[in-house]
């Protein structure tokens, strides 16, 4: 089978010419003109990884009235091509072959690639793998000018307070680079619980946070707020950790009421050095080997306590091999305290961060019996210490 018609660059510079709302289609049509492929598909993952949503084709009826095709992702072909990070083929009932691969950038998963073409060679399964990384990049471009893949990516009703919410998180929950893999997750409660995770990477450290805010709904959503975007100014600033943890004080004492715990951390991308803030937050846990243990840090007072307050940067040091875990205490506490975390973490040491993130939170999910009285959010970092430039873009966690 050839590969005629365009070739990854057209297909790039064709989507950028193309609408936001209909730059996928071009990967799907590309496919369509080189490798006679139909049935060309693209599933996005949705908001808390349970499900697969169809996007529609552009100017369809179902793209335009919001109506979307959705399926289980557990015990799918679209789950196990999501865990392993690889093409699937499989014969498909008119005598060809059924592709499935995946829609990934930077260790996020955004979806999958499903197609069916007349045969499958080594060159027509590159190139349809080339094609979903192409995809992954302009999703990646293009959800900033629509909020087609922002509703193509729900499944239940949005209340104002989870619209915040979501908006204080990274547009990505997991990235990957030569030293560390990172991956982070949220279940939210059914009244909101003021949770949040963020992260950044310069050229010399990964700066990470795991934040909850004090009460329910769109009090507590507003609150979170204020502490993220008073962290994520500090930080832009240019200011070191302690600087952060009094700027997010002063921002809850001087514009809002309540308080908020925190966990801050600044690991060193050279030497895996970590400086740690507590700010009455949850203690993190750290895999060493076959080895799970909490890691009893200080605490200092919450953001936000009506009473003078010092907080301390503490130090730790992350040995290449080695996980560290971080969680808010609806993770730990009433019914999710029946999960045994540390064995979970002990029985995920082989998967890669992404992974270990939805095990724990569907334990915790599973635990609360699909109702949750608080937000339950984890940050998974594994560190590689790796200086040759190379990610890691395998399914496993490369521990």
């Known amino acids: 089978m050839g590969g005629e018609g365009f070739g990854l660059d057209e297909v790039l510079r064709a989507a950028e010419d ?82 499935v691969a995946p829609v990934t950038n930077r260790g996020d998963c955004i979806g999958v690639l499903d197609l069916a073409v007349p045969e499958a060679d080594e060159a027509v399964r590159d190139a349809v793998t080339q094609a ?102 500090a930080r832009r600033a240019g200011l070191g950790l302690l600087e952060q943890a009094y700027a997010a004080h002063e921002a809850i004492t001087r514009h809002s009421r309540g308080m908020t715990t925190g966990q801050l951390l600044r690991v060193q991308l050279e030497t895996g ?38 907080y301390r940067v503490q130090r730790l040091h992350l040995e290449p091999g080695d996980r560290l875990i971080l969680v808010t205490d609806g993770m730990r506490e009433r019914a999710a305290a029946t999960v045994d975390l540390p064995a979970l973490i002990h029985d995920t040491r082989g998967e890669h961060p992404r992974e270990v993130v939805r095990t724990l939170t569907s334990a915790v999910h599973e635990a609360c019996g699909g109702s949750l009285p608080d937000d339950a959010t984890t940050m998974v970092l594994d560190w590689r210490g790796s200086r040759t430039g190379q990610r890691h873009t395998n399914g496993g966690s490369n521990l």
């Open 18 to 99: 193309a609408a936001p709302v209909e730059s996928a289609d071009v990967v799907a049509r590309n496919l369509e003109k080189r490798f006679s492929a139909s049935e060309v598909s693209f599933w996005l993952v949705d908001m808390i990884g349970q499900e697969a949503v169809r996007l529609p084709r552009a100017g369809t009826a179902a793209q335009t009235r919001g109506q979307t095709e959705r399926v289980k992702l557990a015990d799918s072909v679209y789950d196990r091509v999501l865990r392993s990070q690889r093409l699937h083929q499989e014969p498909d009932e008119e005598g060809g072959c059924r592709l």
């Open 132 to 233: 979903a990384h192409a995809l992954a990049y302009i999703v990646v471009t293009d959800r900033r000018f629509t909020d087609l893949y922002h509703w193509g990516r729900r499944t239940t009703t949005v209340s104002l307070a989870a619209e915040i919410q979501h908006q204080l998180l990274p547009s990505a929950p997991c990235c990957e680079a030569a030293q560390f893999t990172l991956a982070g997750g949220l279940v939210p409660a059914d009244d909101i619980g003021g949770d949040t995770y963020d992260y950044a990477l310069d050229q010399n450290a990964l700066h990470l946070s795991i934040t909850d805010a004090m009460g329910h709904d769109t009090a507590s959503a507003l609150l979170a707020t204020v502490t993220v975007n008073a962290l994520r100014r």
């Open 273 to 310: 050095t970590c400086e740690l803030v507590n700010a009455g937050h949850p203690w993190p846990l750290r895999l060493r080997g076959d080895s799970v243990e909490e890691l009893t840090v200080k605490v200092d007072m919450p953001f936000g306590v009506p009473a003078p307050v010092t």
